[in-house]
């Protein structure tokens, strides 16, 4: 199976993988269960890891699957990092398949959700290229930063 996903700009980690009938599938420890794998699930495992092992952030303090309402619809976030204080949602973080570009279109995806959320963060990967911005709202502006930000920069 190892062989079949694609190399990432992310460090590895140690997945749990099994296959049933079929379908291969990985552990999602934020979900704590089985889910099947994607390429663009793939991509969510790996960035979560970065997160927690390599950035500081706390896994109970992020969800994947969020689901919100946009527009009298139900969308779903790919990830979401919330605050200690009051679990308020901090980031958004979107994710794509390593072949699928990120576009506008893909920030304009994230930055419907967060007509939602009120994030002062948000970060796009599709494995191979992160992008991290992070929103002021007194001026209505934002900054795309140089590099993820450790948890306890945020």
């Not at 979107?94 to 963060?121: G, S, W």
């Not at 290229?129 to 920069?153: K, M, Q, S, W």
Request: aromatic share 12%; with cysteine.
């Amino acid at each position: 199976m190892v062989n079949k996903t694609p190399s990432l700009n992310l460090p590895p980690y140690q997945t749990n993988l099994k296959t049933i009938g079929s379908t291969v599938k990985i552990f999602d420890t934020l979900r704590r269960k089985f889910v099947t794998l994607t390429p663009e699930e793939w991509v969510r495992q790996h960035f979560v890891h970065y997160l927690i092992e390599h950035k500081g952030y706390n896994s109970t303090l992020m969800a994947n699957e969020v689901a919100l309402t946009l527009n009298g619809m139900t969308r779903r976030c790919d990830t979401v990092l919330y605050a200690q204080e009051g679990l308020v949602p901090r980031m958004i973080i979107e994710y794509k398949r390593p072949d699928i570009a990120l576009t506008q279109h893909v920030f304009d995806q994230i930055c419907r959700y967060n007509m939602v959320l009120h994030v002062p963060y948000l970060i796009v990967s599709n494995g191979l290229e992160h992008y991290c911005c992070r929103i002021d709202y007194e001026t209505n502006g934002y900054v795309f930063l140089e590099d993820i930000p450790a948890y306890d920069e945020l």
